[in-house]
């Protein structure tokens, strides 16, 4: 399924102009990857991106995929992804749908192609008969905040993310 925005309002400074939310293909993978490095890039962890268009590949279109992707275009243009994947909730006893990552090229934010591609996840989440949609931002990013909150979104106060990663990973599965 594929959503198209309608022109919409253009924020200040934007141009006005249409959007379209698709699943993404293998074709995609290096755009996507390019995508992730920006994120990277915004979110000042460059040194954690290593992904490369094979391996994304792999992940999303391969044998067993661990994630799923839409892509949001723009004038033939990809500006745009929602990275994402199952989750389980044991007190739903139900599957969820976990959003990775959302990024928008600054040049087509305000347009509603962020909008959209929560749009179409939650509808995703629906389909699907998940029990919750969910995701993480930052805690400087209070304008991604501020976005989500504007589309339904709550934070959750009381809960803290654990990571456990390379060195630390391995010593801990020794």
């Not at 909150?149 to 020794?174: F, H, I, K, N, S």
């Amino acid at each position: 399924m594929s959503l198209s925005a309608p022109t919409p309002t253009p924020a200040a400074g934007k141009t006005s102009t249409s959007g379209n939310v698709r699943p993404a293909t293998p074709a995609d993978a290096p755009a996507i990857v390019a995508l992730i490095r920006e994120l990277a890039d915004y979110e000042n962890l460059s040194h954690l991106a290593t992904a490369t268009p094979e391996r994304l590949a792999h992940e999303l279109f391969g044998p067993h995929p661990s994630c799923e992707c839409l892509i949001a275009d723009q004038d033939g243009v990809t500006v745009g992804f929602a990275l994402f994947f199952h989750n389980f909730s044991t007190f739903l006893c139900k599957k969820g749908l976990y959003l990775e990552d959302l990024y928008v090229q600054p040049a087509a934010r305000g347009t509603g192609l962020g909008r959209l591609l929560l749009k179409r996840l939650a509808q995703i989440a629906v389909e699907r008969d998940c029990g919750r949609f969910e995701w993480c931002v930052l805690d400087w990013n209070v304008d991604a905040q501020a976005f989500y909150r504007r589309m339904g979104a709550t934070m959750q106060p009381d809960w803290r993310l654990c990571r456990v990663a390379g060195d630390a990973l391995r010593e801990l599965a020794a």
